[in-house]
């Protein structure tokens, strides 16, 4: 069964230092999503990309954040310096576009997380 | 008032056990709904979508009352296995997915 891939599982930084956290989105999908979840807390969206663009940020995702399709199978995030308070899981998720459906129950497809711990 | 809200929980309920979760969501423009669960430390999955007539799955049953803006799920003959967390989240029509904070469920022997 085809899954979403991330790299690391676990990354540890120091603050202010630059993370690229990497995922591999299921091969027919033409969306792509960030989220975090800080332990204990909910889910939160960051972003959504959409042919090589954002197509929806939250006010969680500021300067310091940005996204890229650097290839056809690798979506990154990257946090240009981190705080303490990056430390979360990130999750990754995608979803296809279906062909007559309507975009808005597309399932998303979430990755297992990378664990961002900055100290 | 929160955008997407929850029960608190825990919910502890024994095996065979009817448990029942509900969700409000605050903007009316809100257009797709769905339950997903979610594991310890795991990614979230999902578990159904929550359409306009209701929908049914299995031993899983969601509700969708737009007037009142609120959401349900109906467990019926609750097995250990479906102890997680239960996850309420609204699409308003565009990308962003706003979850809820979740519903803990322990179902015990």
């Known amino acids: 069964e085809p899954e979403v891939t991330q790299t690391p599982s676990h990354q540890v930084t120091q603050m202010g230092q630059e993370v690229i956290l990497r995922c591999v989105p299921i091969?027919?999908?033409?969306?792509f999503y960030w989220y975090r979840q800080i332990l204990g807390q909910k889910v939160e969206f960051l972003v959504s990309?959409?042919?090589?663009?954002?197509?929806?940020k939250s006010e969680i995702f500021d300067d310091q954040f940005s996204v890229e399709r650097p290839d056809g199978s690798n979506f990154t995030l990257k946090i240009r310096s981190t705080k303490l308070e990056d430390s979360a899981m990130y999750f990754c998720?995608?979803?296809?576009?279906?062909?007559?459906?309507?975009?808005?129950?597309?399932?998303?497809?979430f990755g297992p997380g990378t664990r961002l711990t900055v100290l | 008032r929160k955008e997407v809200e929850q029960d608190p929980g825990p919910f502890n309920v024994p095996e065979g056990a009817t448990v029942a979760f509900n969700c409000t969501y605050s903007?009316?423009?809100?257009?797709?709904f769905f339950w997903y669960r979610q594991d310890c430390r795991k990614e979230p999955k999902l578990l159904m979508s929550?359409?306009?007539s209701g929908n049914e799955d299995g031993r899983f049953t969601a509700q969708l009352n737009r007037a009142s803006q609120y959401i349900s799920l109906l467990i019926r003959d609750s097995k250990l296995s479906d102890s997680a967390t239960y996850l309420c989240v609204v699409k308003t029509g565009g990308f962003k997915t706003i979850f809820g904070a979740g519903t803990r469920l322990f179902v015990k022997a």
């Open positions: 929550v359409y306009s």
């Open positions: 990309f959409y042919n090589n663009e954002i197509s929806e």
């Open positions: 091969s027919n999908h033409l969306y």
């Open positions: 903007n009316s423009a809100s257009q797709s």
């Open positions: 998720a995608s979803s296809e576009a279906l062909l007559g459906g309507p975009l808005l129950y597309n399932e998303q497809f």
